[in-house]
């Protein structure tokens, strides 16, 4: 071969050979699309947010918003639910007897505004919202260890004197202490959230807000839904200000000046975007980089790599479902048939009757359930104490499927009348509530296959009626959930299982020794704080006070190039603190 | 004189009008027990602790006449109420929902009407032709396109399929922030008219861009009826005596269809035409929601589902005023068109 055709070899070999390195790089370049609006982080949801006055706000969207403006004392580590990170505070301090807490003010830092964040601040923003105290609001945790009462109004509407609320927080030089009327183990985790971010004291006078006075404290106190000076305003430490909020849309700025890691894009907005088609082409055309997916709707995003997603699954979520018995329905209630216990209905204390409630119990099957609603996407629970919350037991007993037990208890009911005559009732779920209406179908099946005189009609009704209905404990039995406020057992056994909790009320359940060791634990050392929750979720699952349906594990869907998200179940809503996160490959 | 007395009369007429609709529909959210109305204060069950308080924190329980007086007595010192669907007073949100549904009217409105009129009459002139049977299968498709279905498949193919061709909402984010910086002004709210007052090209073509799909979405589905009604209105003035004379009287066919037989045809159009344009401006629910164009529609349906009473009744008091005021105007063009008819007075 002459020189020159060598020559041509090695230039065609060593073209080839840049070419096999460059074309699957340029390649594998193009399949990832660009990100597109780098420096603004897009969020579409479904939850339109209440109000942005932290005091005020109970709902999740609102919290997402106000966390995102406005900050704690303290916050959680993490993904822990029991450290602490501090935040406006730089260091703290629990007395001996847990009835007094103190916390440094940290020196340096600014309102969105311009002006100071002072110990007076702090004082302020924690008495401001027990003074507003609304009615459907979350001040309740704040007076209960503070003052050991759950609002400010006593009967007929009068209120306490001021000066119980300003004696509960007072400052002294850098530091701010509380005084609490009782000892609270879950104080600290309270402290941590939305309804207790600071606020600028001068700023809130300045619009009207509690000026410190009796008068003011009697005008502002109740307030009519979403008449609070704070409700469509902003000021505060946080790492976003906000720009601008029209309904449907949240527009916040990143704060420049603020005192830690700042933002890493420059704008947030947060949408609300209800019909789910437009949500899932904006997300797989990256228009938003985060989007709410229904549960229903998951196998439609299957695909991961080619729609550029990142999705976070099997994160469990602090909240409980279950299906409740009521014990003692309403006279009114029209889900009874006859009222008899005669195969043509059911009389009003028909729960009351344990094998009734365990013969129930033995004919729920969890298996399909939490394979055909929640894909696996669940875990059984045996009470309201769901795993992620401290004094979880995780050996407690659960109820399974088992049809020959479940005969075993609805023969022995009622002394045999049960399984002799039968019964006829109908169970509701809130209009459009898939998971639910499964859970009552399967149910129904379950039952008639026991015996065919066990009839169970299911019905749906709107939510408002679903509501009324519930709340005058006319439904036989009804679902529902709760989210945790904060990550502690009694925030979920007292509304399921004191007499006066708002459940357990509905349900006509009444135990006093459950009462007591509720009322006990509150207060108790961690030692005997674990033998009374222990205690409790024993006496749930032997008294069956309801179905406990599970605790559903979460998925988040981001497009594949925001990095940073960090998972913690206490998180208001689904994307905790945005300003962490960043967009990039 | 006569005309202005009767114009002064008709706007009178408004009062009984309102204070009628408001009283029904007040009469019938009573049904709902207290509990019900209550839960539109209750974003989650937890909330229920305080069910009491909250009704009577609202004197949901008060009776009847009570309320509405208390609700009347708000409306006469100029307080509609407080809106918690949109999180702000009731009159301003329906301003300030008002703009982007009569962006996407004022785009369509045109289309619907003389599209409708034109292909009506031409249809109709040319009476089992080619034409006629073309537009005929139009209109039937048209019709029966259930909104909700046409709307997702055009989104789906022109946002989807077509990467972001033709995307979804009133504009994109970017150019969102851009009209709501300090730079813009915006005059009227309505985006493309903002855009040509503020010279910015930009704005003006994002917001074009996705007006397209709602406003196609839209017309498509009431052209069709338009159409139709103009065929067979125009098909029942061919057919009167006065054409034939004038066709005897040797006038060419375009003057025959054009100027006698559509200005008769036009009449029950009109009528037609006036309700349409006030159904469409008090807004298109499914076209709103999946477009995630948010107006008056999104307003009433989700005060009316989330039975936010203030709202219901502020969104009435408007649809009110707008069908009165629409069937004022659509009577003075009666007497425009046709010179028989005299308004006020004894007809000549």
């Not at chain 1, 702090?122 to 507003?132: A, L």
């Not at chain 1, 000892?183 to 300045?206: G, H, N, R």
């Not at chain 2, 029942?236 to 025959?256: C, F, M, N, P, Q």
Request: glycine share 8%.
């Amino acid at each position: 071969m002459s020189r020159k055709g060598k020559n041509t070899i090695w230039f065609l070999l060593s073209v080839l050979i840049i070419l096999a390195l460059v074309v699957p790089a340029a390649c594998a370049e193009e399949a990832r699309p660009e990100i597109k609006n780098p420096d603004i982080f897009v969020e579409d949801t479904i939850g339109e947010p209440d109000s942005l006055d932290p005091a005020y706000a109970y709902d999740t969207a609102s919290g997402e918003l106000i966390q995102a403006i406005y900050e704690p004392l303290i916050y959680f580590k993490g993904t822990s639910t029991d450290e602490y990170a501090p935040v406006l505070a730089t260091e703290w301090d629990v007395s001996d007897d847990g009835l007094t807490y103190r916390f440094k003010i940290r020196e340096g830092v600014k309102f969105h505004n311009g002006d100071d964040l002072t110990p007076e601040d702090v004082e302020y923003s924690f008495e401001r919202g027990m003074v507003q105290d609304y009615v459907a609001g979350p001040q309740w945790m704040l007076f209960e260890p503070l003052l050991k009462r759950a609002s400010s109004r006593g009967s007929g509407g009068t209120v306490i004197p001021l000066s119980d609320i300003t004696s509960a927080v007072e400052v002294d030089g850098q530091w701010v202490q509380f005084n609490l009327a009782q000892k609270y183990a879950p104080f600290l985790q309270i402290l941590c959230q939305t309804w207790s971010s600071i606020v600028d004291k001068e700023w809130c006078i300045a619009q009207g807000d509690w000026d410190g006075t009796e008068a003011s404290y009697k005008a502002l106190n109740s307030p009519a839904a979403n008449q609070t000076p704070l409700n469509s305003k902003a000021n505060g430490t946080g790492p976003f200000k906000l720009d601008s909020w029209e309904p449907g849309t949240v527009t916040m700025l990143r704060n420049d000046d603020y005192w830690g890691k700042k933002a890493n894009f420059s704008t947030f907005v947060y949408k609300v975007v209800s019909e789910w088609t437009t949500r899932k082409l904006e997300l797989t055309q990256g228009d938003c980089d985060w989007a709410y997916v229904d549960r229903q709707y998951i196998n439609e995003l299957t695909d991961e790599e080619a729609l550029n997603l990142k999705v976070y699954k099997n994160l469990p979520q602090l909240r409980f479902d279950v299906f409740n018995f009521t014990q003692e329905i309403d006279p009114d209630s029209d889900w009874v048939g006859n009222g008899k216990l005669d195969g043509n209905g059911i009389p009003l204390d028909f729960f009351s009757d344990k094998d009734v409630r365990i013969g129930f119990n033995y004919a729920f099957d969890w298996e399909t359930y939490i394979e055909d609603v929640f894909l696996g996407e669940m875990t059984q629970t045996a009470s309201p104490v769901v795993e992620g919350l401290p004094y979880f037991n995780d050996k407690q007993e659960m109820y399974s499927l088992d049809l020959a037990k479940a005969e075993e208890h609805l023969k022995a009911a009622w002394g045999g009348q049960v399984w002799e005559k039968g019964f006829k009732f109908t169970v509701t779920y809130n209009t459009g509530n898939i998971s639910r209406k499964t859970a009552c179908d399967i149910l129904k099946a379950n039952l008639a296959e026991i015996n065919p005189k066990f009839q169970v009609t299911v019905r749906a009704i709107e939510w408002s009626e679903f509501l009324d209905q519930y709340a005058q404990s006319l439904l036989p039995m009804f679902q529902i959930g709760w989210q945790a406020d904060y990550p502690d057992p009694h925030n979920f056994l007292q509304p399921y299982m004191h007499s006066e909790g708002v459940y357990a009320a509905a349900m006509g359940y009444s135990n006093p020794d459950v009462d007591a060791l509720i009322e006990e634990g509150i207060g108790a050392d961690s030692d005997r704080r674990e033998e009374i929750y222990y205690e409790l979720q024993k006496i749930y699952h032997d008294d069956a006070l309801g179905i406990a349906l599970g605790q559903q594990l979460g998925r988040r869907y981001f497009k594949a190039w925001v990095k940073g998200y960090i998972f913690n179940p206490v998180d208001p809503a689904d994307i905790g603190h945005v300003y962490k996160l960043s967009k990039e490959y | 004189m006569e005309l202005r007395a009767y114009v002064v009369r008709r706007v009178l007429l408004l009062v009984p009008v309102l204070f009628g609709v408001t009283l029904l529909i007040f009469g019938l959210l009573q049904l709902f027990t207290p509990i019900q109305r209550a839960s539109l204060y209750i974003s989650d069950p937890k909330q229920l602790a305080n069910l009491d308080q909250i009704i009577e924190r609202y004197g949901l329980n008060d009776p009847i006449w009570k309320q509405y007086w208390t609700w009347l007595n708000q409306v006469f010192h100029g307080n509609l109420g407080w809106s918690k669907v949109a999180s702000m007073p009731v009159d301003n949100a329906i301003w300030h929902f008002l703009p982007s549904t009569i962006e996407i009217v004022l785009f369509a409105a045109p289309l619907i009407i003389f599209g409708g009129i034109y292909l009506g009459s031409k249809a109709a002139a040319n009476k089992d032709r080619t034409v006629d049977h073309v537009t005929r299968v139009g209109a039937i498709i048209g019709w029966s396109l259930p909104t909700f279905w046409l709307g997702l498949m055009l989104l789906m193919v022109f946002y989807g399929f077509f990467h972001g061709l033709l995307p979804p909402e009133r504009l994109s984010t970017s150019m969102q922030l851009v009209v709501t910086s300090s730079g813009f002004h915006q005059y009227t709210h309505l985006n493309t008219v903002d855009a040509v007052l503020n010279g910015n090209i930009r704005v003006l073509g994002d917001a074009l861009r996705h007006l397209i799909l709602p406003v196609i979405t839209i017309s498509v589905v009431n052209i069709a009826f338009i159409m139709r009604l103009m065929r067979s209105s125009m098909l029942e003035s061919l057919g009167k005596g006065y054409i034939l004379t004038a066709r005897a009287k040797g006038l060419d066919e375009r003057t025959v269809v054009n100027k006698h037989a559509r200005r008769n045809a036009m009449i029950p159009v009109l009528t037609i035409s006036g309700y349409l344009l006030a159904s469409l401006a008090s807004g298109v629910v499914i076209t709103e929601t999946i477009f995630n164009y948010r107006g008056l529609g999104w307003l009433a349906w989700q005060s009316a589902v989330r039975l936010d009473i203030p709202t219901v009744l502020g969104f009435a008091l408007f649809t009110g005023v707008l069908f009165v005021l629409t069937n004022l105007v659509v009577d003075l063009l009666y007497a425009r068109i046709d010179p028989r008819v005299r308004l006020g007075g004894q007809a000549k």
